[in-house]
Each structure stands twice: as structure tokens, then as C-alpha cells.
């Protein structure tokens, strides 16, 4: 007879129950911690499952199979270089999007979508293969692990989109959610604009040009609503509809302002702790608390990116830091620089008071073949926004959120009388796309009358 630990049955009754309250409680716990960090549970039931493509019927009415890592493509376009490499471009777009929202990249050894990209619906709905209830989606739809993608008229925007839905997927699936309306649709505008050049991904890129990116045109729509007067404020753009299909130029406006606030240098740390909220249903109030001190500051700059927004736009430099201002009583000399944007000179200009601004110094404004010397009066050989480049400007901030006013062009000198209480910024004369080449600073002085 085989020898053991005897235990009585009393003994063992009491160790089963403290056994199952032990284990309750570990459950219990698991659950909590789950929850806190917004992960969702899988259950077999819950892990990736996709719609039954029948290969061969897909075959016969020209659906083709091409397969990545991460994404199972199905599609009825020819074989060509620019559709065959995009699971590829998925791929590397996965190690991004795990890395900008912390997903640990165990967690997605055996992740991955399931895209349809179209040029005739109709093959794909005889198959099944359409999303149930969605068929109206213009242009791209994600749910879930799958992607529905109609071909587009440009390799640019077909990537584009595929990173657009794919970003959607990334977000429902790891982190069980996708936040309110204009953070949902701007983060995958934001990670679907890309650049894509010797089978390296970037993510997240600013264009330098309409060419770069055809058929995409967000900066374009912005521009032409800030210059028409159409401007929308942070909270305009906030109070997108998320129940209802967003039109392009709201795409634009959700694009511009994620890619505002993830540039933005001193507050991209506070941007990027939303990812943790996309669960909640208070996420704009989420949002609201983050950047609750710093929210004045943050219409006047999202006004001047709206102004100033161009391809190619340097978002480090055009960066503003804020100096708190005083009330100009007596003669004050600054330090402007020439490679960046609006700088804060501190003064607070009165209502009535009139204030003359005088320049001085030398500066480098551009350098092709040679550098390009300049002077606070600027150079006439080239123009930027109807005065000449490097030419010294000022801009009058107030209190509100509305637009602008347009900006003072003050040269070596001028006098400068504001309507209402403002603090001055001044910056010199150049697109902010072209402020890299710029170097060296002027000095601006101002004085009562």
C-alpha cells in the first residue's frame, strides 16, 4: 500500500473552503487591476475571430489573398508593388502604434486584422464579406479585428486609409476603446499621415508638400476655413457628433488638432497620458482637467497654429513659450530670435497707451548657395505673406478665443496704440516651414509715448 499524508475529512472540507475564498479573491483582484488599467479581458470566446473567407470562391471572381504578419489582406486589384508591399507597411506601422501607446509588444505576437481592400463591392458582398449593417461606409470602416478599405485614386491615400482604419482596429482591440468623436478619428488621421520611402515607415509625419501626399489635403481644408473666417475653436472640434459619419473637413479639424497637441513641445507629455481614458465616457472632461491650467494659453496658440499652418510646418520651433506680462512703464529691451515663432516679450500694452517699438542687429534669414543677412526691416528680394521676408513683426494677444488680429508689421521701428489691454509677441518674417536656416537674434526695444 502506497504511503501518503493522512488528512481528516473536516480538515479537508475547511482547506477547500479557504482554497475557494482564496481563489474568489484573486479573481476578484485580477479583475480590479484589469479594469484600472482599461485592458480587456480575452476569453476564448473574446480573442480574434474573422468572417470564413472561402479562398477558392474568392479566387474564381479575382479575390486574391495577400499575407503579412499582422494583416491577411483580401483584394480584388491586380498584383502590383504599391497594393502587394501593404502588409508590410501594416506591419511596421503595428511596432509604432504599440510603441506611441505603450502596448507591450508580447501582447501582439499573435495579433493581427483582417482587411478587405475593393474595387468592386459587389464580388465581396456575394461573398459575405461585407461588414453587417455597415455596407453605406464611404471610403474605409474598421470593427473590431477586420478593415474595409474601397481603392483609392492615389498609393499615397490607399496607404493612408489602410493606417487610418488600421490605427481604429489597434484602439478597440488594445485598449478597449477609442476616446470621444475628434480623438478617435484625429488619431487615426494623425498615425494614418505617413511617409513611406525605401520600405521605411514614419508615422505621424508633417508633409512638406501637396505632391508628398495627393488625394489628402487636411492643411488645405484648415487653411481655407481660418481664411474665410470658418475657423473652429478646441471646443467647436470637441463637440463633433461621435454617433454620426464625419464629414472631410472634419477629419481635417480632427487631424489638426491632435497633430497641434502631440507637436506641441511643452505640452505633448499631457496629450499623450489620454490614451489611458479611452474607455471612459467622460473623456472630454478627461481631457478638459489635463489641460485645465494651461487652457488660456492653449486657444491663443491653437488660433496661431491655425494662422500660420503651411506644409512642412516646424512645430518644435513654432513652439511659444510664455512670459507672464507686466504693464510697460518705462523703456525695456528684448531678445528676439530668428528660428522660431511668436515669442512672448512680457509686455502688457494698455488700452489708449500708444508705445513706440524700435529694431536693431543682424540676423540670418535663409541660406541656399550663401547665407541670407538681414536686417529687422527685412529683405525685399523675397516676400512671405504680403511683407518681406525677416522683416520684424508684432502681434497684439488679448483675452477671448476668437481670431487673430493680423500682425503689425513694425520693421526697424513703428508706434503701436492698441484698442484693448494686450501683450505683444513678435517673431521675424518667415514661413514656418523655412525657419531651420534662420540664425542669430535682433534686439526690440520698446518705449512709452
Known sequence: MAQGIGISTQSYAAWVRAALEMTT??????????????????????????????????????????????????????AS????????????????????????KSRLTNWRMQGFLM?????????????EGRTDFVNGYAWDYELWLDEQPSDYYRRHLLLHEGTHGFMQTQLGGAGAGWYREGMAELLGTHCWE?????????????EEVP???????????????????????????????????????????????????????????????????????????LFRQ??????????????????????????????PAAVVEKEDTITVAADRGWQSTGWQL???????????????IAKDSQPWPCEPGGVTLEYHEGQPMGMLLGLLRSDGEGRLPPPIAIGLQ?????????????????????????KGKLQATIKPQ
Request: hydrophobic share 45%; aromatic share 12%; charged share 20%.
Open 350 to 364: 494698455k488700452a489708449g497707451q500708444s508705445y513706440r517699438i524700435s529694431a536693431t542687429g543682424t540676423y540670418q
Open 215 to 289: 488625394m489628402w489635403g487636411r492643411i488645405k481644408l484648415v487653411r481655407n476655413a481660418y481664411q474665410a473666417g470658418e475657423a473652429l475653436t478646441l471646443g467647436d472640434v470637441m463637440a463633433f457628433n461621435s454617433r454620426e459619419a464625419m464629414s472631410t473637413d472634419q477629419y481635417a479639424w480632427c487631424w489638426a488638432m491632435c497633430k497641434f497637441l502631440d507637436s506641441h513641445l511643452q505640452l505633448r507629455e499631457q496629450f499623450r497620458q489620454l490614451p489611458a481614458y479611452v474607455a471612459d465616457l467622460k473623456f472630454n472632461l478627461r481631457f478638459r482637467k
Open 198 to 210: 525605401g520600405a521605411n515607415l514614419t508615422l505621424a509625419s508633417m508633409p512638406t508638400s501637396r
Open 25 to 78: 479573491r484573486l479573481a476578484m483582484l485580477s479583475l480590479a487591476l484589469c479594469s484600472a488599467l482599461a485592458v480587456p479581458i480575452a476569453t476564448a470566446a473574446e480573442r480574434p475571430s474573422f468572417r470564413r473567407v472561402d479562398e477558392r470562391r474568392a479566387a474564381q471572381v479575382g479575390i486574391r489573398k495577400i499575407v503579412g504578419r499582422h494583416l491577411w489582406l483580401y483584394t480584388d486589384l491586380p
Open 294 to 323: 494651461d487652457w488660456e494659453d492653449l486657444q491663443f496658440e491653437w488660433n496661431v497654429f491655425l494662422a500660420t499652418l503651411d506644409y512642412g510646418y516646424d512645430a518644435r520651433r513654432m513652439t511659444i513659450s510664455h512670459t
Open 414 to 438: 513703428a508706434v503701436i496704440k492698441p484698442a484693448v489691454d494686450a501683450t505683444l509677441y513678435l517673431r521675424v518674417n518667415d514661413s514656418p516651414a523655412r525657419l531651420l536656416d534662420n
Open 119 to 131: 474595387q468592386d463591392r459587389a464580388k465581396f458582398a456575394a461573398l459575405g464579406l461585407m461588414p
Open 81 to 104: 508593388n504599391a497594393v502587394d508591399e501593404l502588409p508590410l507597411v501594416f506591419d511596421k506601422a503595428v511596432q509604432q502604434w504599440a510603441a506611441y501607446f505603450g502596448v507591450e
